[in-house]
C-alpha cells in the first residue's frame, strides 16, 4: 500500500499535532519540517535571517530526499510542512517515480484566529529559537505572509480543511476520507 500523506497549510492550523495523531492512526512514519529543522538548527546552528531560510530549504530538500529513499520499501508515510509549490512538485514527481499515491490535506483557516494562535505560540510556549528568527508580530505581516502563501499551487488529490479551530481532527467524515485513502486498493 503505497500512499503518501501531505499536510500542509496556513501557520497555526494544527498540522504538527494532526500529523502525529494521524500517525499514530495508521502506522505510518511522519517527518514533520518544524522538527527537523530544529535538529539542524542545533547540529548546524544559524546566525542571522538568512541562515535560518537555508536550514528551511535544506530541511525540506532532505524531507525529500528521505521519501525518495524510502519509496523502495512502499511503507505509508506523511510528510508534514508548509510547502511550497516547487517543494510540492518535486514531492509528486518522487512519489510518481516510487509507485505512490498522494493526498494533500490542505489547512485554511480565518487569518485573525491564526494570527491569535501563532502570537500565542511565539510567546507563551516553549518555541525552539530555530523558529523565532523571523517573527510575525504584526497582522498585516501575518496576513500578508499567509496570503502570499495561499497563492501556491497545490498539485493532485487534496482536501481543503477548514482550521478556524481543531473540531476537524476528530471530524468522521475528515477521518473516513482519510481511512479510504490509506485502505483502498
Same mark, same amino acid.
Given at each position: 500500500? *503505497? ?35 530544529e535538529v539542524l538548527g542545533d547540529e548546524i546552528g544559524f546566525r542571522d535571517r538568512t541562515e535560518n531560510k537555508r536550514l528551511s530549504? =535544506?530541511?525540506? /530538500? ?6 525518495? =529513499? ?5 511503507? $505509508? ?17 518522487? /512519489? ?32 525552539? $529559537?530555530?523558529?523565532?528568527?523571523? $517573527?510575525?508580530?504584526?497582522? #498585516?505581516?501575518?496576513? *500578508?505572509?499567509?496570503?502570499?502563501a495561499r497563492t501556491e499551487t497545490v498539485p493532485g488529490e487534496k482536501v481543503e480543511i477548514d482550521a478556524s479551530d481543531f473540531s476537524?481532527?476528530?471530524?468522521? =467524515? ?5 481511512? =479510504?485513502?490509506?485502505? #483502498?486498493?
Open positions: 500500500m *503505497r500512499r503518501l500523506l501531505l499536510i500542509t497549510g496556513d501557520l497555526a492550523t494544527g498540522k504538527t499535532t494532526f500529523s502525529n495523531a494521524l500517525s499514530a492512526r495508521y502506522g505510518a512514519a511522519v517527518l514533520q519540517k518544524d522538527r527537523i529543522k530549504l =535544506a530541511t525540506v /530538500a532532505l524531507m525529500t530526499h528521505v521519501f525518495s =529513499a524510502l519509496t523502495v520499501s512502499g511503507v $505509508p508515510l506523511i510528510l508534514e510542512a508548509n510547502f511550497r509549490a516547487n517543494e510540492l512538485e518535486k514531492i509528486h514527481a518522487a /512519489a510518481e517515480k516510487g509507485g505512490y499515491r498522494v493526498l494533500t490535506l490542505v489547512l485554511r483557516g480565518e487569518i485573525g484566529v491564526l494570527f491569535e494562535r501563532y502570537c500565542r505560540r511565539m510567546t507563551r510556549e516553549n518555541r525552539h $529559537p530555530v523558529h523565532l528568527s523571523a $517573527p510575525l508580530h504584526v497582522r #498585516e505581516e501575518f496576513e *500578508r505572509y499567509v496570503l502570499d476537524y481532527q476528530t471530524d468522521e =467524515a475528515l477521518l473516513g476520507r482519510i481511512d =479510504a485513502f490509506f485502505t #483502498e486498493e
